[in-house]
Structures are given as C-alpha cells and as structure tokens.
C-alpha cells in the first residue's frame, strides 16, 4: 500500500481495538479501475481521491488530505521557483493519460488543456505514479 498505509495506519489500529471481531484486510486499488472492486463487492470501503461522481456509490466523509508539490528535475526550468500555477503545467507531462478514469478526476487534476500530445508511459498504481 505504499505511503498511504502510514496515513491510515492510526485508523486501522483504532478499529481493530474497537472491533476485534472483524477480518479487517487492505487492497491497492488501481488506477485505471478504481471502483470496480466496491461495485464487484470484493472490498466494503476504498480511501480515494476526490472527486467521486458515481451515482452508485456513496461518499462518505473526507479522511485526510494530502499536499501537493512539485517535483521535478533539478535542471528542469521550474525547479527554482517558489510557486507554480496550473496554466504552467499545461505543456507538461504531470499525471499519465491513457488509464481508463473517469474524465471528471484528469480535469480535477489538470484542469488545463494540453498544447501539445502528451508524452511517457502510463502506470496502474498511485504509488507509479510517485
């Protein structure tokens, strides 16, 4: 599970000292099928990123939330700056396209259109995508 497991790893403690009963299990979910495995049935619960606009599925209420930074080259010509807006990221490579998600989370992410075809591979997990 990557680094997210250290986010949750309070959560998880706290609800197996509630509910000792339960077989509580953790899966990655993928990126190019985050949903599948709440509406296959094979997971109860899935920590994702907003926005979800499923009219399947509920959202229930924000657990964390994560910074986002820049990380680039330290050649790169924005490698220097203190901040960097969106419109900038516009002709970079910032998330690989490709993966079957919903449109809805690329335009969360990179609102901005791209001026030119986008370049690199695609990658199924977040962790890949770090």
Known sequence: MGPLWQEIAPVTALFRARNPHVDLRMREVRLDEPFRLLRDGEVDVALLWLPVEEKDLAVGPVTFTEPIVLAVGRKHPLATRSSVSV????????????????????????????????????????????
Do not use: F
């Open 87 to 130: 419109a900038e990221l516009a002709d970079e490579n910032v998330l690989p396209s490709g993966l079957p998600v919903p449109d809805y989370w690329e335009d969360a992410v990179s609102p901005v259109p791209r001026s030119e075809p986008e370049r690199g591979g695609t990658t199924p997990t977040r962790e890949e995508v770090l």
